[in-house]
């Protein structure tokens, strides 16, 4: 009888746990078919930003470091400045040439007349000479004939030829003068033909010359190129540094985002513009930052590693890789609960939404430019009309 109830007693209680179990089993399977089988998850996150270098265009001694490690800068913000005095010299040497060109192409302008003037004389005096050659042959033409009845004597006629040869050979010679000044005048001509002083190439070079002096002058202040705070700082006062030394960097930080490296396998329903949950270790799971999937990696972590995997090897092994996705975040987020590149994330993607373009397909550009580095050319070209009109002998403006 003791054996009959307890297990009597066992069965209800076997029952109950088997009941238990397959709820919890159909529970679970339930839960996984409508959430868990909708998102993917990856704690293989972390941030990243854009680190702009700052190097310097040209070379220079290091005057001041106006920014630190930690300081917030904005855009335009001196960072940098080099010794000017080797960039003032040359832009006064270049502003000379390009004064001492004006004045020799002016010459080239006021040449054209005397040329010219010359060219006229030469032609005048060959018109001249060509009549004496002229009168000179009817004479010897008119004493010849008399020579032979003794109207003329030999002594006249020999005198009649000499001036003959002789105003040939001045004509011979005002011809060749001419000419050399008609091609004198040509050559100058051809230099001056169809532009001005202010267009003349040999002005232009001079006043590029006179811009790019200028250009590097404004070049040994290094601006900060975009608002965000200063890292890595290395330059020091009184460095002497090249043109393409890195002196520090600058993290826009209101334009992080997070790169979730998800496993292959994880991908295949992953499109463009699905939603996205975060969470920072920094803050714990009280905040949640909301994302969207904006591209995916080129290619794997293993493939751009310094020393990449030799899977050709006979002893290999598969590993599942891991691609990086790309996750933008709301600004307004992060505006209230900043983060700093490297921190940890998790990121949870919703695939649920299978309405946008595939991962694999080109992800859109995203266009990246400043202002801050464009230095004002107006200077440099009011520098550049002054000087010539100086030299032109007019009001300089």
């Known amino acids: 009888m003791d054996n009959n109830t307890s297990s009597s007693r066992r069965k209800p209680a076997l029952l109950a746990v088997a009941a238990v179990t397959l709820l919890a089993g159909a529970a679970y399977g339930a839960y996984w ?12 996150a972390y941030v990243q930003a854009p680190v702009v270098q700052i190097t310097p265009q040209v070379s220079g001694t290091v005057l001041a470091v106006l920014a630190d490690d930690t300081d917030v800068v904005k855009s335009g913000a001196p960072l940098v400045r080099l010794d000017p005095a080797d960039a003032k010299l040359a832009l006064e040497r270049a502003e000379a040439q390009l004064a001492q060109t004006v004045r020799e192409v002016r010459t080239l302008y006021v ?53 003959l040869a002789a105003a040939k050979s001045a004509l011979a010679g005002a011809q060749s003068a001419l000419a050399a000044a008609r091609e004198q005048a040509a050559s100058n001509q051809a230099l001056t033909e169809g532009t001005s002083v202010e267009k003349h190439p040999n002005v232009e070079r001079a ?35 090249a043109a393409g030394t890195p002196l520090m960097t600058v993290i826009p930080l209101e334009q992080v985002w997070v790169e979730a490296n998800f496993k292959e396998v994880q991908l295949r329903q992953m499109r463009i ?35 990449p995997a030799q899977n050709a090897t006979g002893n290999w092994i598969k590993v599942v890789q891991r691609v990086p996705v790309r996750v933008e975040l709301d600004a307004k987020q992060l505006a209230e609960h900043p983060l700093r590149v490297g921190l940890s994330m998790e990121a949870t993607v919703d695939v649920s939404k299978q309405d946008g373009a595939p991962l694999l397909s080109a992800a859109v550009s995203r266009p990246n430019a400043t202002q ?11 520098r550049v009309r002054g000087i010539i009109a100086a030299n032109l002998g007019k009001a300089r403006s």
């Open 33 to 44: 078919a409508l959430a868990l089988n909708h998102h993917e998850s990856t704690d293989n």
């Open 111 to 163: 040449n054209n007349a005397a040329l010219n003037a010359t060219m006229r004389a030469r032609e005048a005096e060959v018109a001249r000479l060509d009549a004496e050659v002229a009168r000179a042959a009817d004479d010897v033409a008119r004493r010849r004939p008399l020579l032979a009845s003794g109207a003329v004597g030999g002594e006249e006629m020999k005198h009649a030829e000499t001036t």
């Open 207 to 241: 006043a590029a010359a006179v811009r790019e002096a200028w250009l590097a002058l404004q070049r040994t202040e290094l601006p900060a190129p975009v608002s965000g705070q200063v890292a890595k700082r290395t330059v020091q006062v009184g460095q002497r540094v």
């Open 273 to 307: 513009g699905q939603p996205v949950k975060l969470s920072a270790d920094l803050y714990g799971s009280k905040v949640e930052y909301d994302g969207r999937i904006a591209g995916l990696g080129a290619g794997t972590g293993a493939a751009f590693a310094l020393l």
């Open 372 to 382: 801050a580095m464009d230095a004002p050319a107006e200077e440099a070209d009011k």
